[in-house]
C-alpha cells in the first residue's frame, strides 16, 4: 500500500511547538493517574458523598438529554431546511453557548428564572416554588451548554445526506411525518447518536452555569464536578474521593471519544 501524500512535509520550526502543544495536553492527564490512590480507588468512588454526586449527574445528565433531543432535533431539522441566511442566523444563535462563558450562562439563567423575573414569578405562583438552586435548575444549566453539541452533530448529518430521499418519498405520496420518520430520521441516525452521546457527556461535566443557577448543596444540586471543587478547596468529600471522580470524568470522556468515533468514523481523527 503506497504511502499518503504528505506534501512538502512539516517544517522542522514546527516540530518543537507541536510537541509542546501535545505535552500541554497529555501531562496534565498523567499529573492526575499519578495522584489517584489506586488501592483504595473503588472505595473513593463508591463513598457515600461521591455515589451521591454521581447519581445526580447521572440522572441531571440524562434528564438533560432527554430534554436536548425533544428540542435540539427539531432545531437541526429546522436548520438543515431552512435557507442561507435563515440556516446561518439560528446556527449562530445555536453556538452562543459554546463560545460564552457557563458563568454567563448561569446568571443569564438566574434572571430568566429567578423569583424577581417575570416569568420565575409566576412559575413559583403556580408550582409554589422557584425553579433556581433545584435539581430542575441543574438539568436546565446541564441543557443550556450542552444543547449545541447535539444540534450541530445531528444538523452536520442531515445537511451532508441532502433531501433527494425524501423528495423521492414525496413523490411516491408519502405523507411528511412518515418521510420524516421513514427516510430523514434513520439517515440521521448517525448524527443523532454522535449527538446524544457528546450531550450527555458534556451534561455530566458541566460546572459553571450548573454552580450560579443551581447552587452547591450535597444531595441535592451538587454534581460530580461541584463536589470536586468542594473537596479541593478543604469541604464536602475528601481529596481522595474529588480525585477518583476526575478519573472517573476522564474515562467517561474517553469512552465518550471512542463510541462518537465508532458511529462516525470520519468525525475524529
Avoid: K
Avoid at 27 to 43: C, F, G, I, K
Avoid at 119 to 126: D, R
Avoid at 191 to 214: D, M, N, P, Y
Wanted: aromatic share 6%; charged share 10%; glycine share 10%.
Amino acid at each position: 500500500m503506497r504511502r499518503a501524500d504528505t506534501g512538502a512535509g512539516t517544517p522542522f520550526l514546527l516540530i518543537a511547538p507541536a510537541v509542546l502543544g501535545v505535552a500541554l495536553l497529555v501531562l496534565p492527564l498523567l499529573a492526575l493517574l499519578t495522584r489517584a490512590s489506586w488501592p483504595t480507588l473503588w472505595q473513593d468512588i463508591t463513598s457515600p458523598a461521591a455515589l451521591d454526586a454521581l447519581r445526580l449527574s447521572i440522572v441531571t445528565g440524562l434528564a438533560a438529554t432527554a430534554l436536548c433531543v425533544l428540542l435540539g432535533i427539531p432545531l437541526a431539522l429546522l436548520i438543515a431546511r431552512s435557507g442561507p441566511r435563515a440556516s446561518a442566523l439560528l446556527r449562530a444563535l445555536v453556538a452562543v453557548p459554546l463560545v460564552l462563558p457557563p458563568m454567563v450562562g448561569g446568571v443569564a439563567l438566574l434572571f430568566l428564572f429567578g423569583r424577581t423575573s417575570p416569568l420565575g414569578g409566576l412559575i413559583a405562583e403556580w408550582f409554589g416554588t422557584g425553579i433556581p438552586f433545584t435539581p430542575v435548575a441543574v438539568v436546565l444549566a446541564q441543557a443550556f451548554v450542552a444543547l449545541p453539541f447535539l444540534v450541530l452533530a445531528v444538523e452536520g448529518t442531515i445537511r451532508s445526506t441532502g433531501s433527494r430521499y425524501e423528495r423521492t418519498a414525496a413523490t411516491l405520496g408519502a405523507r411528511p411525518a412518515v418521510v420524516l420518520w421513514r427516510v430523514t430520521l434513520p439517515l440521521a441516525a448517525p448524527g443523532i447518536v454522535a449527538g446524544v452521546i457528546l450531550c450527555f457527556a458534556r451534561a455530566i461535566g458541566e460546572f459553571g452555569a450548573t454552580a450560579l443557577f443551581a447552587g452547591n448543596a450535597p444531595g441535592v444540586t451538587q454534581t460530580m464536578p461541584l463536589a470536586i471543587y468542594t473537596a479541593f478547596n478543604g469541604a464536602g468529600a475528601g481529596r481522595e474521593t474529588a480525585v477518583a471522580l476526575s478519573i472517573l470524568l476522564l474515562l467517561t470522556a474517553v469512552v465518550v471519544l471512542l463510541v462518537v468515533r465508532a458511529w462516525r468514523p470520519g468525525a475524529i481523527r
